[in-house]
């Protein structure tokens, strides 16, 4: 059901891979909710040709970027302006990738070349992202800037690998330039920390079953959906929300602040019988 929160709205959304993707289901909330965007991807994620469908099913159109290239993400910027007619309003971040996580490289023995490949997707690209919003002065006041991360940044999570400091290092990016978004032009910047999530970034992390289940046992609300963290980016791009900045937000069903559920005890005591 729509509030039309969003209407009048207008924003870019990147990271929409497939009906699974967290930016997909983001996407269509967004349309829901009256707002308008372009839809951006990098050009080898967009092969597939799935995103035409949201398109399609959103009225929208795509503008190919790779969020680590400057010249991309200036076009990307330029076009989404031009197509939309006037400034945004809207951003979501919803892009990760470690090249050790998926050639299966334990964080004890990194490749280097590939942490550098990984943060640089995960973490600086929101940072070019926003700095080439800024400098373009592309962004409305009182627009908001929404990236996506995992607990991992503060738990370990030995499996998590070095996506763990990738998404460390993209909060603090959300905290450093949500300061001077704040203070030049009042636009705000958070990210949200979401529970385990089935899709393609997600199923990459080793034992992604076992970790999604133990989630789901321990969060009293159980674990936070892909709908569920579109809901709450729809709240955070809407005017609900206008002071809300440099904040790191969890949408996990109460996972980080349990300690141990009755649920996952009894798992355990069960196991030494
Ligand atoms: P997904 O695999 O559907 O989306 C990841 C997206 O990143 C893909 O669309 C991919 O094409 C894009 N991407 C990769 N390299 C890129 C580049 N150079 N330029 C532009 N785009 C690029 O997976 P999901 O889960 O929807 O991921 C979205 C965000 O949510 C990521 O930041 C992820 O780390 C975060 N997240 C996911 C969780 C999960 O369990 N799935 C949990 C917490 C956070």
Not at 193 to 208: E, H, I, L, M, N
Request: charged share 20%.
């Amino acid at each position: 059901m729509g509030y039309n929160l969003l209407k009048g709205k207008k924003g870019i959304i990147f990271g929409a891979l497939d009906a699974n993707s967290i930016a997909w289901k983001t996407a269509e909330r967004v349309h829901e909710e009256g707002g308008e965007f372009v839809l951006t991807n990098a050009p080898i994620a967009m092969r597939m040709g799935a995103l035409n469908t949201l398109a399609e099913q959103t009225g929208s159109e795509i503008v190919p970027a790779d969020a680590t290239s400057i010249e991309d993400l200036e076009n990307l910027v330029e076009k989404a302006q031009e197509i939309l007619g006037g400034k945004l309003d809207f951003v979501l971040h919803s892009i990760g990738m470690s090249v050790n996580v998926r050639k299966g490289r334990a964080y004890t023995d990194q490749n280097y070349a590939w942490t550098e490949k990984g943060w640089d997707v995960s973490a600086v690209s929101f940072h070019k992202t926003m700095q080439t919003l800024y400098k373009k002065d592309a962004m409305n006041e009182w627009g908001s800037i929404v990236g996506l991360t995992y607990m991992a940044a503060q738990r370990v999570f030995p499996d998590y690998n070095d996506m763990a400091d990738n998404k460390a290092f993209l909060e603090s990016i959300a905290r450093s330039f949500g300061y001077h978004f704040g203070k030049e032009k009042n636009v705000r910047v958070n990210t949200i920390s979401q529970s385990p999530t089935p899709t393609t970034a997600g199923q990459g992390v080793k034992g992604f079953d076992g970790f999604i289940a133990f989630a789901e046992k321990m969060s009293p609300l159980g674990n936070a959906t892909a709908q569920d963290c579109a809901d709450y980016t729809v709240t955070l791009f809407s005017d609900l929300t206008k002071r809300v900045t440099m904040q790191n937000l969890y949408n996990d069903g109460g996972f980080s602040n349990t300690g141990v559920s009755r649920e996952v005890m009894d798992a355990f005591v069960k196991d030494q019988e």
